[in-house]
């Protein structure tokens, strides 16, 4: 948990640093659990989040631009109306509890001067934020909790505000505190981790085992287990900590999973358990850092499993269709035979009479001339027979051939949202979400959203991926159909080569020429990405077909990204990513 009690201490003292003596101007609240208040201090203007969010209570400084509601909340009215204008004193922390009083001088409706708290409680589902009196009475909180949710605390208007329970635990900066951890380690059967975590105050998890980790002890393992000197290491690892923190000051960190790409933790102390520290000058940089990367990374998670659904769901339904079409295809192939028999009948209408149940007619359209058998309704004429082949002609021969035309279409919207559903597994940021999100729009399968004022959203267009060939040749990778269709028919150049993989769904890939003669070598490796990014991308090797753009036509009346080509080579390559790639970004033609 980032926001422990030590990095709750430490972020108060930065605010209070940067913040004290400034003026709140406008406050926003974002949702039921955020608030914005814009603070003017040392002649700068700052933004000060607070969050009551169960999974991501915070507060911090923060340069990110949110939307407000149209409708500010009852809440946010009431922050306005009794802290616009307040002149921000201080933020205070009680211990290391995870609790920060931000105090402002404000003005009532009688001239008075008086101090206002806002409390902002940061304790998972039990977080909130609080705005009190002068006397400590509340006077409103973002989230009400009366006796039925907490027996000993109530957080509703009127009443006094209490602080939640203390925790009985120990100061880490107090020299009986190392001697208590001493004694009572050998008693303890739980993990070292988990002992710490029981006896110091303000720590979190992620802190227990940075202790362990500087000391050079199993965190695993149980504390009773410790050998003297391994907790003198722990208890000196303690000390140390503590003691830097307060006299050299925080040094803010930020943690990625580099396999992954995705934030680990943060924290106001390098947390050298893990192999790389992104160092911040602010403990709010660093915070805010964090959150977003994210909330980023799992709102396009959550756009991309939207995506995924209505694309996967969208396939279900053509499956369906398509063996539905080749039940059909199959039992009404044979229609012809039906057109042979009903000829056949009619041929030897003379010979046949009602009340027959089969015939034994010669086929004259075989040059063997063998008879064949043809089952006849026995309640029906000979004449009306023949009738009743021709019909069941008819109806197969219209089905056959509908059924065909619709295998070929179900196929091609298979192919075609095959190559969206790879897009989607390879979109990276909001901006290609945003994209296939507008080709599925245009594509009838999604209806359009519309903005506050009526309009329909304009996405920030995603452009191709870069990159310089080793042969210093311009490589383009569309990344999506929409990129695609625009890198292949408005960027390209006639003189361009144009690169795709064979028999799969995969980017277009575009060297750019300028007239001269591509090497073998720079061919050889626009192959690899073209291979690289496509469904073949885990094959040990693959087939990538490459032409001239001149060769590359739109499918009429295709869907985006769908297209037909000739006079092409195919070259024979292992998928390879790029080892680097210059820019990611490119200036395309309008």
Known sequence: MPFDGIFIKNIAHELNTLLAGGRIGKIHQLDRDAIVLQVRANGEN???????????????LTEKQYDNPETPPVFCMLLRKHLSGGIVRGFKTIGFERIVFMEVETTDELGDRGIKKLVIEIMGRHSNIVLL?????????????????????????????????????????????????????????????????????????????????????????????????????LIKALKEMMEGLENRGPSPCLIMDQSLGKPVDFHCIPLTQYPINQSFDFISTAAEAFYNLKNSREFNSQRANDLKKLVEKQLDKLEKRLAINLETYENNK?????????????????????????????????????????????DRNPQENAQWYFKRYTKARSAFLYAQKEIEAIKSEIAYLESVLFAI???????????????????????????????????????????????????????????????????????????????????????????????????????????????????????????????????PGGKPGMVIYVNYYTVVVTPRPPETFQGAVLKTER
């Open 46 to 60: 700052y933004r000060l989040l607070l969050s009551s969010n169960p999974a991501a209570a915070r507060i911090h």
């Open 133 to 233: 009196n002068p006397n400590d009475k509340i006077i409103d909180a973002i989230k009400h909790v009366d006796m039925e949710v907490n027996r000993v605390r109530e957080l509703l208007p009127a009443r006094t505000y209490i602080l939640p329970p203390q925790q009985d635990k120990l100061d880490p900066t107090k020299p009986e505190t190392w001697d208590v951890l001493k004694a009572e380690a050998p008693a303890c059967g739980r993990k070292v981790e988990s002992f710490l975590l029981d006896k110091l105050k303000g720590f979190s998890p992620v802190l227990c085992r940075e202790i362990c980790f500087r000391a050079e002890v199993d965190d695993g393992v149980s504390a009773s287990s410790l050998k003297e000197h391994e907790l003198d290491r």
């Open 334 to 378: 044979d229609y012809e035979g039906l057109r042979l028999m009903g000829e056949l009948i009619t041929a030897n209408i003379y010979a046949l009479s009602k009340g027959m149940e089969k015939a034994m007619l010669v086929n004259y359209y075989s040059e063997a001339g063998e008879t064949m058998e043809i089952p006849l309704d026995k």
């Open 425 to 555: 597994d390879n979109a990276e940021g909001a901006e290609q979400y945003a994209e296939i999100r507008l080709e599925l729009v245009e594509q009838g399968y999604l209806k359009s959203a519309v903005t506050r004022g009526g309009r329909k959203p304009q996405p920030v267009q995603a452009l191709p991926l870069r990159i310089l060939s080793r042969d210093g040749f311009e490589i383009l990778v569309g990344r999506n159909n929409k990129q695609n269709d625009k890198l292949t028919f408005k960027t390209a150049r006639h003189e361009d080569i144009w690169l795709h993989i064979k028999n799969f769904s995969g980017s277009h890939v575009v060297i750019r020429t300028g007239g001269q003669e591509v090497p073998d070598s720079t061919l050889v490796e626009a192959a690899e990405y073209a291979a690289y990014y496509s469904q073949a991308r885990h094959a040990a090797k693959v087939e990538v077909d490459y032409t001239y753009i001149r060769n590359v036509k739109k499918t």
